[in-house]
């Protein structure tokens, strides 16, 4: 499968964006969908993943309450609903999908296979 992330941008502290992440082909139902992001200097980090059928998202503990994830199968997207953005959500966000991932392993980088190519968030203080 093949990923398309967009809607990234520059913003302010407190303001909201949603990244959505278009999939190729007609198997998105069968993946996993999950969210990582990369500052400047550091290691990529997990920020949420939705299951197959969507439902009850996974988050990070640094985005929980502030970042929704979602998807509709129907078009073959996932979203992620940013609100109450801080500085510290500055990063390249990265869309990614496994067809074969347990639930235990959705924060686990390195069990997905499918990669998008990246939008860029700012927040600015």
């Known amino acids: 499968v093949q990923l398309q992330a967009s809607g990234g941008g520059l913003v302010q502290a407190g303001d909201s964006l949603r990244l959505s992440c278009v999939a190729s082909?007609?198997?998105?139902?069968?993946?996993?969908m999950g969210w990582f992001r990369q500052a400047p200097g550091k290691e990529r980090e997990f920020v949420a993943a939705?299951?197959?059928?969507?439902?009850?998202?996974v988050y990070s503990d640094s985005v929980k309450g502030r970042f929704t994830v979602s998807r509709d199968n129907a078009k073959s997207t996932a979203y992620l609903q940013m609100n109450s953005l801080k500085p510290e959500d500055t990063a390249v966000y990265y869309c990614?999908?496994?067809?074969?991932?347990?639930?235990?392993?959705?924060?686990?980088?390195?069990?997905?296979?499918?990669w998008g190519q990246g939008t860029q968030v700012t927040v600015s203080s």
């Open positions: 990614a999908a496994d067809s074969r991932i347990i639930t235990s392993s959705y924060g686990n980088q390195y069990q997905y296979h499918n």
């Open positions: 939705i299951p197959r059928g969507g439902g009850r998202g």
């Open positions: 082909g007609d198997t998105f139902r069968t993946y996993v």
